[in-house]
C-alpha cells in the first residue's frame, strides 16, 4: 500500500536537514537558531517563562527589518532578486535585495517625518503589492507595531481593528486588481477613518489609478516615500519589543489582536523557512500564495523569507485571472522551486482538471507545502502527482496566527510523508494530545506543552482573555483549539477545530461574529451559524435565521442578508446559504444546539434530540426546509 512516501533520495542527499529527532537541550537548540539573526545585544538569558508569560532571548538587542533587508546588502547579496512581482493584469517589477534597502528606508524616513514613535500602531491595509512588504518592514524598522488587515475586510472590521490597537496612521492604495478589474479600497479607508479620530494621516499608494476622494490628512506615498531620503539610522530594539498585532477571530463576536514580538518570532520564522521548506537561498525561486494579510503571509512571505536572503514570486491576483492556468504559467515563467499553497487552492484545481497544469512546464518544482486546514488525502494526492510530478515531497505544516510560524511539519528530507497528517512537532517545538483530565491520550485535544520562540506574547489590551482562551484548559500547556489524534507510530493528525470557529478556504471565522452581524440586520430576530463541511473550501457557512414578525418577506431578502454579513464583516464571511426557519433548537439551558444545525446544513438525518427543549422544533426545521433541499 502506497501510505507513506520516503524522502526522495536526491532530495535527502542535499537537504538542509535530515533528521527531524528532538535535540536534547531545547533551549540550547533555540540559541543556536537565533544565531541565524544579528543582534546588536546578545542576549543574556533564553527564556523566562512565567506561565502563561514567556519572554524569549532577554536582554538581546535587533532590528528586524535590518535582518530581512541590510545585512543580505551588507553581505554583498544586494543585487539578488528579493521580489519577483507579478501584477494581475500581467505587469511586473523585479526588487532586489538593494531596491527594498532603499524602498524601506525611505518609508521608514516618512513614518518618521509623520510623527510615527516606536511602540505606536500603523494599520496598513494594502492589495498584494511590494508596496505592503515594504510598510510592514518600515514599520518594524522604527519599532512601530503593524497591523494588517486583509484588504477583503470591510470599512466595519477596520474601524474596529484600528480602535482596538489605536493606530495613529493607515496606509493604504487607490484599489487593487481582482479579477481583471480596478477594486477600490480607499473608500473603506474613508469610511473606518471618519469613526476613527486617532488616525493622523492616511498614506496612499496610487495602484490603479482610479478617482479617490482626498481629504487634508490624506498623503500620496510617491510624493512622499517616492522623494525621501535614502539615509536612515535604524536602532536596535528590544528581544520583547512588539513587531506586529494581527486579528484573529476567537469563538466570541470581538476578534482578537494576537500580539507578536520581535526576537523569537524572526528566530522562529526564519529556522522553520529554512528547515520545512529547505530552502537553498541561492538557487530556489519560493513562492508562497498567501496574501499578507494573514499570518502565512507574515511568517512565509515577509519575514521568514525575507530573513534567510530568498528570492520569492509575489501575485497580486487570484488564480484564475485572466484564465486558470495562471498559477502554473507563474510557476514556469519564474522556474518557482517551491511552491506553498492551501488545500481550497488544491481541490479548485483538482475541480479545473489536471490537463490545465499539464499544459505548463512545472519541472522546476522540487517541494510543494500545504497550510491552512487539514489536506484531504486526495487532494494531497493530486498535488502531488499533478502539481509535483511524483518527485516533490509534500510538507503540511500546522500552526496558527498565535504560534507565529510552522511547529508540527513533516521534514522534506528526513520524514516519510502521509498524506493528510501534519505528523511530527519540528526540532525544538512539544506537542501532545490530551483527553479532558489532561492526560496523553490518543484522540482528543491538541497541545502545546513547551513555550517556543515565536509563541503569541498576548491578545491586545486583554491578558485575561489571553489567560482564559489558551491556557485555563490545560495549566502550562498551550490549548490550540484544534482536535487531534496520534496514529501508532507516534504521528498527529488534525481534525479541525473543537471551539465555535469556522474554516472557511483557510480562513477563520467566528459562527459569533457571523451571528452578531445577522442580528443587527433590522430584519432579524435571532441567527445561528454553523460551518457545514464543502467539499472546495473546507467549510461553508450555514446560517439558520428567525425574522422578526414585522419582516417583509421577499425574494431578495436572503441576498441582503448576505449582503449585509459582507459589509459588516467582508466578503469572505458572505454565507453560502441562509436558510429562513420559525425555530431554532436549544437546549433547556438556552444554548443552540449547532450538532443538529449541521446535521441539517450537511443533509443527514439529525442526531439525538433528547437534551433539546422542545424536540419537535427540528421536524419544524426540516418541514420548513423540505422544498429548498
Ligand atoms: C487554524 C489556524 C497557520 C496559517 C493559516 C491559518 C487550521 C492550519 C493546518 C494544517 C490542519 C490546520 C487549524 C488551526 N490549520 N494549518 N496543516 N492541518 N489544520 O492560520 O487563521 O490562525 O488558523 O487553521 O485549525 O487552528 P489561522
Known sequence: MDN???PPADFAARANLTSDAQPADRLAF??????????????????????PNAEWFTGGTLNAAVNCVDRHVAAGLGDR????WEGEPGDTRTITYADLHDEVRRAANVLTELGVHAGERVA????????????MLACARIGAPHTV????FSAESLAARITDCDARLVITADGGFRRGAASALKPQVDAAVARCPGVLNVLVVQRTGQDVEWTERDLWWHETVGTASTAHYARAFDAEHPLFVLYTSGTTAKPKGILHTTGGYLTQAAYTHHAVFDLKP????????ADVGWVTGHSYLVYGPLANGATQVMYEGTPDSPHRGRFWELVAKYGVTILYTAPTAIRTFMKWGEELPAGYDLSSLRLLGSVGEPINPEAWRWYHEHIGGGRCPIVDTWWQTETGAIMISPLPGATATKPGAAQRPLPGVSADVFDEAG???????LVLTEPWPSMLRGIWGDPERYRDTYWATYPENYFAGDGARRDADGDIWLLGRVDDVMNVSGHRISTTEVESALVNHPAVAEAAVVGASDATTGQGIVAFVILRESAELGEELVGRLRGHVAEQIGAIAKPRQ???VPELPKTRSGKIMRRLLRDVAERRPFGDVTTLADSSVMDLIVEGLAPAA
Do not use: K, N
Open 124 to 135: 496598513i491595509y494594502l492589495p498584494m503589492i511590494p508596496e505592503a512588504v515594504v510598510a
Open 4 to 6: 507513506s512516501y520516503p
Open 439 to 445: 492526560q496523553p491520550t490518543e484522540v482528543g485535544h
Open 81 to 84: 532578486v528579493a521580489i519577483h
Open 578 to 580: 441562509i436558510l429562513l
Open 282 to 289: 541561492e538557487t530556489d525561486v519560493y513562492w508562497c500564495t
Open 149 to 152: 488587515v486583509f484588504g477583503g
Open 30 to 51: 533555540w540559541a543556536t537558531q537565533a544565531a541565524r539573526l544579528d543582534w546588536e545585544r546578545p542576549w543574556d538569558e533564553v527564556l523566562r517563562w512565567e506561565p
